[in-house]
Structure formats: structure tokens, C-alpha cells
């Protein structure tokens, strides 16, 4: 079956990066993009970006533009999300995940990884 | 970017009862190209529905959605104890993709 295990928690400091990794197995990998999405403490969802698995096209969320990078391995089955330059209010859970389809047309977020929780804090 | 508004913001329902969800978009979503997720705290977000009114393979027929344009619903028959959660829609006709701020549906 589908599977997405994700990277473990990181503590890092105001301006350090990081990078969440999303390792998939269970079906042809480069067939489907892939999303991530972040909830901040006591928050909702908030959708930070795109990436197709095939092309490495990527969308942005704007707020992100120039500050996050996505890619993919197909060669490891994982997807990669790095976030430079962190501040205190990017200290979220991070998720991955899947494209799926439900109905003809656009793909949606089907497959979801576990989180990883990123803090920032000096 | 579209602005998606859930309401009500808290739902306090009993097992068994109905329970209706909104979401309404600021401005026409493309092909009716909304989706509705259940979160628990601490668990991945589970896709429910598709497409606005196409549930996905394992979601239990007690889940239906529907709606177009700006105005979509989530509605859950015979509350069973685990669909106690929060539920979020979201939008992706529109770039970018955007989610509502959430509904929790307590437990009365």
C-alpha cells in the first residue's frame, strides 16, 4: 500500500535552514506530484507548495517564494522540502503529500506522511 | 487568492446526530475543485472528499459532499464517535490552492 514516512523533528535556530524529507514506497513514484502543507501551533492548514514528481515542475505559495525549495529523488522514492533563512513563526508541523484521484480532472492531496515538526527558536 | 470561510467555527453534536458543514469561497472555485479533510490531533489529515461530492475509496457512505461555484457542504449522518475532529475544505481550482480555517465538531 501507499506509504509516506517523513523525516524526524528538528530544533533549529532563526536563520538556519532545514530540510524535511518525505520517503515513499508502494507504488511507481514519478507518477504523482506531490504537496506540503504546514499547521502552525493552535492553527489551521496552510498550503506552502507543489511538485510534480515527473517534471519537478514546482508552485509556490507566494509567502514562500525565494525562502523554500522542493525536489525529488526518484531514484530513493523521496520527496525533499528545504526552508532557508527560518524564523520563529515558521515552527510548524510539515507535512507530505501524494496526489491521488478521486475524479477525473485534477489530483488532490490523497496520501498524507505523518509530520514532522520543525521548531525554530534561539 | 481565494479566501475560503468555514462555518460554524465549533459544532457540539451527539453520536448519532447530522452534522452540516459550509464553506463558502470568496470568488468561484474552477471546476468545483474542493476537498474536505478530518484531522485529528497528532494523526495526517484524511481526505474525505474530492471534486466536491466524490468521496474517496475508504470513506464510509455516512460522509457526503456537495455544493458549487462559492458554496459547498460537508454533512456527516449518524455521528459515530470517531468523526468527532476538526474538518477543513479546501480549494484547488483556483491558484494557488488555498484551505478554510477549519470546523471542529465537538462531542455534546
Known amino acids: 500500500q501507499v506509504q509516506l514516512v517523513q523525516s524526524g523533528s528538528e530544533l533549529k535556530k532563526p536563520g538556519a535552514s532545514v530540510e524535511v524529507t518525505c520517503k515513499t514506497s508502494?507504488?511507481?513514484?514519478?507518477?504523482?506530484?506531490f504537496t506540503w502543507v504546514r499547521q502552525a501551533p493552535g492553527q489551521g492548514l496552510e498550503w506552502v507548495g507543489w511538485i510534480s514528481a515527473r517534471s519537478n515542475n514546482t508552485v509556490y505559495a507566494k509567502k514562500f517564494q525565494g525562502r523554500v525549495t522542493m525536489a525529488t529523488l526518484p531514484s530513493s522514492n523521496t520527496a525533499y522540502l528545504e526552508i532557508r533563512g527560518l524564523k520563529s513563526d515558521d515552527t510548524a508541523v510539515y507535512y507530505c503529500?501524494?496526489?491521488?484521484?478521486?475524479?477525473?480532472?485534477?489530483?488532490?492531496?490523497?496520501?498524507w506522511g505523518q509530520g514532522t515538526l520543525i521548531t525554530v527558536s534561539s | 487568492e481565494t479566501v475560503l470561510t468555514q462555518s460554524p467555527g465549533t459544532l457540539s453534536l451527539s453520536p448519532g446526530d447530522r452534522a452540516t458543514l459550509s464553506c463558502r469561497a470568496s470568488q468561484s472555485i474552477f471546476s468545483d475543485y474542493v476537498a474536505w479533510y478530518q484531522h485529528k490531533s497528532g494523526q495526517a489529515p484524511r481526505l474525505l472528499i474530492a471534486?466536491?461530492?466524490h468521496r474517496a475509496g475508504d470513506i464510509p457512505d455516512r460522509f457526503s459532499g456537495s455544493g458549487s461555484g462559492t458554496d459547498f457542504t460537508l454533512t456527516i449522518t449518524r455521528l459515530d464517535p470517531e468523526d468527532f475532529a476538526v474538518y477543513y475544505c479546501?480549494?484547488?481550482?483556483?491558484?494557488?490552492?488555498?484551505f478554510g480555517q477549519g470546523t471542529r465538531l465537538d462531542i455534546k
Open positions: 471534486g466536491a461530492s
Open positions: 479546501e480549494q484547488y481550482g483556483n491558484s494557488p490552492t488555498t
Open positions: 503529500a501524494r496526489d491521488r484521484r478521486i475524479v477525473s480532472g485534477r489530483l488532490v492531496a490523497g496520501y
Open positions: 508502494g507504488y511507481d513514484f514519478s507518477t504523482y506530484g
